[in-house]
């Protein structure tokens, strides 16, 4: 193959990643999860370090993921285009620490590195199933997770090159960082015990003595694993509502059936992302099923799965660990833990060393190495999926055409056709939007989906339909489930808005009224103070003056610092606390 300077390799990556992402740069706010992570952000109180990394109880737990988004509103106010820059940036840096593992994976196997480093880097580069993970600002878990799981096998590699412990620890480290940024990285901790488990074979005599060799540091990766969910358990010592999903998507059934039926939708689902690995095209948004025939692959991955074991060698390693990285694919799938239940960027962690296992593969064949038709091969390989990457960029750059690229692929995905609506209602389109409400109506029936209602009660709105938008809402709230908070949320606002039109004063009564109770629920349903607040400026506004000034104190007295309605609730404290006094 071809020679180039280290220095001119490098320069590619940079050139030819950057140029492949720079259409996303100029995305705005995507509707999916961005826009209430904007939202959250810009409502959250002054970044308290302590409350972030010891929460008490959620969901997820990424505090060092979270902390970047507060960097993001540091530094640059979350701009759109400089939080998609900076995912782009961090996917940069993946490609180029790649690069660099690769060139110690290259070392500790005593294969001529060459440009197989650069080949590696830029197949992660534009695997095109990495574009959601970078083109989405929400995708940024991966990234960094992926920074941190590529530093850590950096690191081992190197710590065999360099018979180093401390680049060993450093490994570990890293590891833990990556479980803080996405909880999904632990996977990692089996792949790298394989990997430790194929270096020590390359050292030694027979297996057995590899076996025991691995032992110490397989206890020590194994005991990282377990610092981890030490710590999350103690962070969120009162409610962790991710583990607990997990494991319930982890048990098993009661059932001969559904215990059948488990191992064929694994079979399917790892089939399918089989197929996603090596033929990545075409791309979708919002994959919610896919055909029983990749039940097929899948039992080939188990069939390929054993071939590695009984083979092992570190290439066989690092296919493993891909494989490991990837197990979150079924956590999801029967936890259903995300709202879409099978997605392109849960491959992002498993391409990190699925690429480097390739170039090992290929790198050991002399025959091949030295081949014009590989080289034909790789390079085709890589102008097509830079191609895709580029289009698929462009196509993220305007949230419109990604949600219709969505829809058109999956047709009865709900939510997409939910976000269309809304954007086309933005957009003061709101006659698709309403054609798009009405049909998604019909098609749902009698089963609940609260997003449409609040989205027909926002068109609503928009024709000062105040009376008939209310109606929507309140109907929905009453069977409104675990959605109770948004559609209440929504209510609220349709009548802080139809107040501000003055209606009658009976009908301002009510709205005042119901929107006390409402705020009354939503505050005793989460602690979020900023609820207190708006509940205390619907007391003064409803002339419940005792309880406003109640309220307006616990706020006033709760929050941090230099939270922004800090101030205002500690000024309508002292106001209403000596009018009381001067009433007296």
Known sequence: MMKLSVRMQLLLIVLITLAVYYP?????????????????????????????????????????????????????GLAPSFMHLENVLLHLLNSLLLYGAVVSLCRVSRLNSGIWPLIAALLFA????????????????????????????????????????????????????ACLTKETAIFFVGGAVLIVLALKRQEAVNLLSAFKSTLVPAVIWLCSAFAYLGWRAFALAHGDSGIQTALRAGGLIDGQAAYLDKIR????????????????????????????????????????????????????ALFLTSFCLGLQVLLVVFGQMTWTPIAERY??????????????????KESL??????????????????????????????????????????????PAWN??????????????????????????????????????ADLLVKEENFAEARTVLRERLNNAGKNYSKVADSLVK????????????????????????????????SSDPFLRYRLAKAYLTNQQLDEARESFRQVYETVPDGTFYKAPAGKLYRFLAESTSSAN
């Open 369 to 414: 190495a030295n081949s014009q038709w590989l080289q034909i091969l790789v390079v085709s390989v890589l102008c097509v999926s830079g191609f895709a990457v580029q289009q698929r960029s462009l196509l993220w750059s305007d949230p419109v055409l990604l949600m219709e690229d969505t829809v058109e692929k999956s047709p009865d995905f709900v």
């Open 24 to 76: 996303v740069i100029h995305s705005g706010i995507a509707p999916v999860d961005d826009l209430s992570l904007v939202d959250s952000l810009l409502n959250a109180d002054i970044l308290n370090l302590q409350k972030l990394f010891l929460p008490g109880s959620g969901y997820y737990y990424r505090p060092v993921a979270i902390l970047s988004f507060h960097l993001d509103q540091f530094l640059w």
């Open 126 to 177: 534009l695997h095109p199933v990495n574009t959601e993970s970078v083109c989405w600002i929400s995708g940024r878990t991966d990234l960094i997770a992926g920074s941190f799981i590529i530093g850590a096998l950096w690191c081992i590699l190197a710590s065999f090159n360099q018979r180093s412990n401390a680049l060993m620890a450093t490994a570990i480290g890293l590891f833990f960082l």
């Open 419 to 456: 976000n269309l609506a809304t954007l086309y209602s933005r957009k003061g389109e709101t006659e698709k939007a309403q054609v798009i409400l009405d049909k998604m109506s019909k098609k749902l029936g009698d089963r609940q989906y609260s997003a449409v209602d609040i989205n027909r």
């Open 347 to 364: 491959l992002y962690l498993s391409t990190i060393t699925f690429v480097p296992g390739c170039i090992l593969l290929l790198g050991q």
């Open 494 to 525: 349709v009548n802080l808005m139809w107040l501000g039109k003055k209606p009658s004063e009976e009908m301002m009564f009510v709205l005042r009224r119901e929107n006390v109770e409402l705020l009354e629920e939503l505050s005793a349903r």
């Open 265 to 316: 939708i694994a079979l399917k689902v790892t089939g399918f992302y089989l197929k996603k690995i090596f033929l990545p095209l075409p791309l979708n948004f919002g994959i919610i099923d896919v055909h029983d025939g990749y039940v097929l692959l899948g039992c080939l991955l188990v069939v390929i799965f054993i071939y590695l074991l009984w083979r092992f060698n570190l290439a066989s």
